[in-house]
């Protein structure tokens, strides 16, 4: 037993190296070509679409990346259907009949809409992607479990809010968001706006498991002492969408919310996704009546490892935001005690 325990942590340690990265040398931009070229095509014949967007591709990388490209580019986010979903969801919470019933007409209304309109929320995007996948002989699972976003609010998060896919490349498994790649949630209106984000194509696992957690946890492809507790994803800092333009990885802190010392320094540290320069670095720091730009104290870049260090002087409750450039990257809450 010890055996074959010993080999699937093998496996799925040798699975958590998979991301974007292990397709270094394929230049995806036919792909994407292709994609954005049979943009007025619809849904009506699911075969003969997979066959244009894949037909003319040598690999498997290239063939799922136009199915994704294609699903990020001319499916359209229904807030509204979200929104009515999740408020229906909350109020049935507690009555599993009647949860049932909308589950299964939430589900029909779903498809009609993707279907006729290409309009859908996240179950549909991850169904369109898995069936064009599959029909170009590419394994490709529809994953369910919880999402984070900057407006989700921890306390309400009691049951499962988002899907995603997972794919076979090559002997190993990628982790993929279409619905997120295809927008961005604005903070105050709460709707999205179409707007690529290529970091969610074979997104790094451990930056992907800040803000998705799957039933199955199989499927954050991290090893058992990689993989976040169901806690430790709900304690997490917020990510946004952007984050997914600069890192690979998100190391400190490890929580939204911190308590600390007056004097304290503070280490924050990321993975880059590509070379930065020092002055595109900044914190917003606001303390409920002020808030400020600044450069940390501490920056070193080594490596594309990036660390970043803030002493609090005083006491009370900060936001702080880090932004590279103009992209808002992740969120942190500090109550600095005396």
């Known amino acids: 037993m010890k055996l074959i325990r010993y080999i699937a942590l093998f496996i799925v340690a040798f699975q958590s190296n998979a991301q974007i990265s292990d397709f270094d040398d394929i230049d995806f931009q036919k792909a994407d070509s292709i ?3 049979c943009k007025n095509e619809g849904l009506d014949n699911l075969p003969q679409l997979s066959y244009k967007l894949t037909s003319n591709l040598d690999t498997d990388a290239e063939r799922f990346r136009a199915i994704y490209m294609w699903v990020c580019t001319n ?35 779903i498809f009609r809409k993707l279907l006729k309109n290409k309009k859908t929320i996240c179950t549909g995007y991850a169904y369109i992607l898995k069936e064009l996948s599959n029909l170009s002989n590419l394994n490709c699972e529809i994953i369910h479990g919880y999402g984070r976003t900057s407006t989700t609010n921890p306390d309400e998060l009691n049951a499962p809010n988002h899907s995603w896919n997972a794919v076979e490349l090559n002997g190993k498994w990628y982790l993929s968001d279409p619905t997120w790649a295809s927008g961005l949630e604005d903070p105050v209106s709460k709707r ?10 074979l997104a790094n696992p451990k930056l992907f498991a800040i803000n998705h957690y799957p ?10 002492d990689q993989a976040p507790s169901f806690e430790a994803f709900m304690e997490a800092p917020v990510i946004y969408g952007k984050a997914y333009r600069n890192l690979t990885m998100h190391s400190a802190p490890k929580k939204m919310h911190n308590l600390i ?39 070193s870049i080594q490596d594309k490892f990036l660390t970043l260090e803030h002493q609090f002087n005083y006491s009370g409750f900060y936001d702080v935001h880090l932004f590279i450039g103009d992209d808002l990257v992740s969120t942190y809450t500090f109550k600095v005690k005396s």
């Open 35 to 37: 994609a954005l070229a």
């Open 75 to 109: 499916i359209t986010n229904d807030y509204g259907l979200y929104s009515k979903n999740m408020k229906k969801r909350e109020k049935y919470r507690s009555d599993s009949l009647k949860l049932q019933v909308w589950n299964d007409a939430i589900t029909k209304d």
């Open 192 to 201: 999205r706006k179409f707007e690529y984000i290529k970091g969610f194509f």
């Open 215 to 224: 039933i199955d946890q199989k499927w954050t492809l991290l090893s058992i």
């Open 261 to 299: 010392n007056k004097y304290q320094k503070i280490k924050f540290q990321y993975q880059l996704l590509k070379p930065i320069v020092e002055d595109d670095i900044r914190l917003l720091i606001d303390d409920g009546i002020d808030s400020i730009k600044i450069q940390p104290s501490v920056v």
